[in-house]
């Protein structure tokens, strides 16, 4: 049962971390099309959402 449990984890774990990587890349590429005035704004954005993100 607790192989199983750590099983769960580790993959909750790397889909959290799958949809934090997609949100960066989505940043990044607002900045490069001109749609965010300024990186630190996406990136000040992103980590006021994730700083308390229950993993």
Known sequence: MEATVKKNYAE???QHQIGVRQCVMNGVRQTREGKTK???TVCDRLEKKYISAKV
């Open 12 to 14: 909750t774990l790397e």
């Open 38 to 40: 300024d990186f630190n």
